[in-house]
């Protein structure tokens, strides 16, 4: 008798219409992408993380720069107590730290911006990973109810979703 029941099931199994095959390989297919977008975002956040704690550091040591800037500044606003060597190695400091200061501002910049970029890439990637949801909703319900409009907006929504995805990634 089990082996009967079995024989049932398979023939249960095999007995789906070749679309209802197609719609359900369609579904694991489109539930996998909503995984490896997941994926993707999750890297995409720790990618922030990271950034952003790097654009805090060279902020952090640009101000160094400026604190120091600003002593050796000091030091040379009393410059009539200063030997002229002093002076010129004072002046030499200064300079090479406002070099300094410009080249650490402008990495903390782009660190922002890379940061800034990053954030828009995760609202994109959660628009791909809802439009991949949204056309297995649709493919799902055209299972049920047989209207050629739910499989024609579940396809847009996941060609939406993948050439996004595209778009993103050249």
């Known amino acids: ?10 023939s ?3 007995a789906l219409e070749p679309s209802h095959r197609r719609k359900a390989i369609a579904i694991a297919v489109l539930g996998a992408l909503v995984v490896l977008s997941g994926v993707w975002a999750d890297h995409t956040n720790r990618g922030i993380l990271l950034t952003r704690d790097e654009a805090s550091n060279s902020w952090s040591y640009f101000h160094q720069k400026s604190i120091k800037e ?14 002229a060597e002093r002076i010129a190695d004072l002046e030499e400091t200064v300079a090479r730290y406002k070099t300094e200061k410009s080249e650490i501002r402008d990495d903390a910049e782009a660190k922002e911006t890379e940061v800034k970029n990053m954030l828009l890439q995760i609202q994109l990637i959660e628009t791909i990973s809802i439009l991949f949801e949204l056309a297995i909703i649709l493919i799902s319900v055209s299972l049920i109810v047989p209207f ?8 847009l929504a996941a060609l939406s979703g993948a050439s996004l995805a595209g778009w993103i990634l050249i």
């Open 12 to 14: 249960h199994a095999s």
């Open 70 to 83: 600003r002593i050796y500044e000091s030091e040379l606003s009393f410059s009539a107590d200063l030997s």
């Open 1 to 10: 008798m089990p082996h009967h029941k079995s024989h049932h099931a398979h």
């Open 148 to 155: 050629l409009w739910l499989e024609i907006f579940s396809l």
